[in-house]
């Protein structure tokens, strides 16, 4: 497979001095931490910029940084143990070109090329082998975790359990992530992607289904166009291609998937299909492809919003969302959305519930008793005068047992938020890693803070913007 249109990568270098390098940026990051004074918020400064929805008015940008730009090696490749060890800002394309030279690649790849491993956890990162095996996340088996107080701890299922558990999601609110250990996969130079159409969702959740009990494919995603279009992309890895599509300057893959019936992608083309966009392409018009349709991709696009923040919307943004419905309570969501939202296409990736993952409350997965969630994305939905569609989706999900993730805005009261995210088990890590608060907790970062609103300060009383 030729990937010659990424960066080279640097290979690990020998054991003992990579060790030592590592461990170096470790104590650099912890010193800094033990010597801190100020009470006040701390966040970090990172290469690339954080694959979240771009906020006017984040507050961390005014925060005190911590420096972790250089934890960006490869540390180890066990093509034998076929696993990685990687420090979190290496990005999921620099792990592909590394481990593809044994044949391996990651088991979850997000669909934008610098989105890194450490976000990936943070933020709970899934992709189309998530009907498998869940989110990235699932497929790490140990973290190394810097405190706010500058220690440093080993975490996985055996050491420091619940500390592991609770790390994704956390959004960097636990702590410095500094290190990971994760799964890797056996995989062949394409992908044959055939496209099922089906005009009811009943139909379409059929084949989901079949697909998901017999695990018999490779790869599964979707898209809905309508009330009665659906699309179910199923993706089967192949040694060899009759032809090879690629979607990365003219054409758009997106807009592929309801006019084929199959298409052949080497496994790169087909693990960034989406990085110029999920469901929407930018820019629209085959003039300006050619003009700029190789400069214009998801991480300069969020460059650009980090840099000229002060042009986002000030209310009212647009509409990115991923929501988690159980897979038998789907009907009734998408009845909702066709009446309210009536906004096309919308991304579908099947989600195997892997563990009733502690970072949940037990009181919301009492109300779940499906294996299998649909992962329903919504990107660039226009707000509508007099109406708050972020909070109308969270309404809608709390009817149906769902939730979404934190990356967009959110505009949960405290009590809902916490009768569905854990407040028991998330403090008690966090007294453990982040006793005084210097990261923020997880509703203040998330909610608040990501809005603009007040938030007290320890060490004066005051309140910020």
Not at 259 to 285: A, F
Request: with cysteine; net charge neutral; glycine share 4%.
């Amino acid at each position: 497979m030729q990937m010659d249109s990424a960066p080279g990568v640097l290979f690990p270098e020998e054991p003992a001095r990579r060790d030592s390098r590592h461990e170096a940026k470790v104590e650099r990051i912890a010193r800094q931490l033990r010597q801190r004074k100020s009470t006040r918020p701390a966040s970090f400064k990172k290469k690339t910029p954080p694959h979240q929805v771009p906020k006017r008015y984040d507050p961390r940008r005014g925060d005190e940084k911590i420096d972790l730009s250089d934890l960006d090696q490869i540390l180890e490749i066990d093509p034998v143990a076929m696993t990685c060890t990687a420090e979190p800002a290496v990005t999921f394309e620099e792990v592909v070109h590394a481990t593809w030279r044994y044949g391996l690649v990651p088991i979850i790849v997000p669909e934008h090329k610098t989105i890194t491993i450490g976000g990936a956890v943070a933020g709970c990162s899934i992709e189309s082998m998530s009907f498998q095996y869940g989110g990235f996340h699932d497929t790490c088996l140990e973290y190394e975790l810097i405190t706010a107080k500058g220690d440093v701890l080993r975490c996985s299922p055996e050491e420091n359990p619940l500390v592991f558990q609770m790390i994704h999601g956390s959004f960097g609110t636990l702590g410095v992530l500094s290190k990971l250990k994760f799964k890797l996969i056996r995989a062949a130079p394409y992908v044959h992607v055939t496209y099922e159409t089906y005009t009811t969702l009943e139909a379409f959740q059929q084949a989901i289904w079949r697909y998901f009990t017999r695990q018999d494919v490779d790869y599964l995603d979707g898209q809905i166009f309508s009330p009665t279009k659906h699309v179910l992309c199923v993706g089967r890895f192949a040694e060899r291609a009759p032809y090879v599509s690629r979607y990365d300057w003219l054409k758009a893959y997106c807009e592929s998937i309801p006019c084929r019936s199959e298409d052949y992608l080497t496994l790169y083309d087909y693990l960034y299909r989406y990085d110029r966009g999920v469901t929407h392409v930018t820019p629209r018009s085959l003039v300006g492809r050619a003009l700029f349709g190789k400069l214009v991709h998801s991480d300069s696009v969020l460059r650009a919003a980090e840099r000229f923040h002060r042009f986002l919307p000030k209310k009212n943004p647009p509409v990115i969302v991923d929501v988690f419905v159980p897979f038998s309570r789907t009907a009734e969501f998408m009845d909702w959305y066709h009446r309210e939202m009536h906004y096309y296409p919308v991304w579908v990736v099947p989600y195997r519930r892997t563990r009733d993952y502690e970072w949940q409350t037990p009181r919301w997965w009492a109300g779940v008793r499906d294996p299998l969630f649909l992962d329903l994305a919504v990107y660039g939905l226009k707000q509508q005068p007099g109406r708050n569609l972020y909070k109308e989706f969270e309404d809608e999900l709390l009817q149906v047992n769902g939730t979404k993730t934190l990356i967009s805005y959110n505009y949960y009261d405290e009590q809902t938020f916490w009768s569905i995210w854990n407040k028991e088990t998330y403090q008690a890590v966090k007294q453990l890693t982040d006793p005084d608060n210097i990261f923020r907790d997880l509703y203040t970062k998330t909610c608040r803070a990501a809005l603009g609103l007040r938030e007290q300060t320890p060490d004066s009383g005051a309140s910020v913007h």
